[in-house]
């Protein structure tokens, strides 16, 4: 049975962090999952999705200079000395909250040889950190239509990156919506990329809203999840319609629980 974590970054926005922990434990849910949660003492977290029944399970590295339109710094050369304090502070995050996974955000910037060696060696430096808390660093592929000049756009492109770091603790963050803004024939990638996946998440196409709607028939993606035999969890990361509680009716109407 595919087990569901609540993305806090989207749902329940309106509410503080420990209110969203709380609310996400009250509909049903037994983990959550975070963007940039490092303005909340991590102790406070801890606390919060203990008296939620809930566990935390990753969280991102910084953005960076949001106003200046960075999304990451892993892949950026010049800022190794930044994004290692990023991972430094996310897996401090990650040892206080027991979460297990880390998204290493790459930046805006072109895949360049100059690019990719940065980011390559990054991630072998901050994958030996993240192991001795056993945690793992994910690799997601952000479409272009939603970040413009992101490192890479296309989940294979993501693959290429894992398989050259070659370490068991860097793995792709599978994002449906992004797979299928971005390139679509969502199945067959997913079952192509299966054995690197650490991580999914879900969200309709095109809209982001709840999964019950658009273009991905997400009762084919639930059944080869199960098929494959996935035992992560999977990330609701979308954007609700209206209410985030009332919203929930989808697991219904996709004939899944949480």
């Known amino acids: 049975m595919l087990r569901f974590s609540a993305n806090l970054g989207f749902l329940w926005a309106e509410l503080p962090l420990a209110g969203r922990i709380a609310a996400a434990g009250r509909a049903g849910f037994s983990a959550v999952e975070m963007h940039w949660p490092y303005d909340v003492p991590a102790e406070s977290v801890a606390a919060a999705a203990a008296e939620a029944g809930v566990v935390v399970t990753g969280v991102n590295t910084v953005r960076g200079n949001v106003a200046a339109g960075e999304f990451g710094l892993?892949?950026?050369?010049?800022?190794?000395?930044?994004?290692?304090?990023?991972?430094?502070?996310?897996?401090?995050?990650?040892?206080?909250?027991?979460?297990?996974?880390?998204?290493?955000?790459?930046?805006?910037?072109?895949?360049?040889?100059?690019?990719?060696?940065?980011?390559?060696?990054?991630?072998?430096?901050?994958?030996?950190?993240?192991?001795?808390?056993?945690?793992?660093?994910?690799?997601?592929?952000?479409?272009?239509?939603?970040?413009?000049?992101?490192?890479?756009?296309?989940?294979?492109?993501?693959?290429?990156?894992?398989?050259?770091?070659?370490?068991?603790?860097?793995?792709?963050?599978?994002?449906?919506?992004?797979?299928?803004?971005?390139?679509?024939?969502?199945?067959?990638?997913?079952?192509?990329?299966?054995?690197?996946?650490?991580?999914?998440?879900?969200?309709?196409?095109?809209?982001?809203?709840?999964?019950?709607?658009?273009?991905?028939?997400?009762?084919?993606?639930f059944t080869a999840l199960e098929e494959l035999g996935y035992r992560g969890w999977v990330g609701c990361e979308y954007k609700p319609r209206g209410d985030t509680t009332e919203g929930l009716v989808w697991t219904e109407r996709l004939g899944v629980s949480l």
């Open 74 to 221: 892993g892949a950026l050369p010049g800022r190794e000395g930044e994004f290692e304090a990023s991972v430094a502070e996310a897996v401090a995050f990650c040892r206080a909250t027991g979460a297990t996974s880390i998204h290493a955000m790459a930046g805006v910037i072109d895949d360049t040889p100059a690019s990719r060696t940065t980011f390559i060696a990054n991630l072998r430096r901050a994958a030996d950190e993240a192991a001795r808390d056993g945690v793992t660093l994910l690799l997601e592929a952000i479409n272009p239509r939603d970040k413009p000049g992101y490192f890479y756009s296309r989940v294979d492109e993501a693959a290429e990156i894992a398989e050259a770091v070659g370490l068991d603790n860097v793995r792709l963050l599978f994002d449906v919506y992004h797979v299928g803004v971005a390139t679509g024939d969502v199945l067959t990638r997913l079952r192509r990329f299966f054995p690197l996946i650490g991580h999914v998440q879900i969200a309709a196409v095109p809209s982001r809203a709840e999964p019950d709607e658009g273009e991905i028939a997400y009762p084919a993606i």
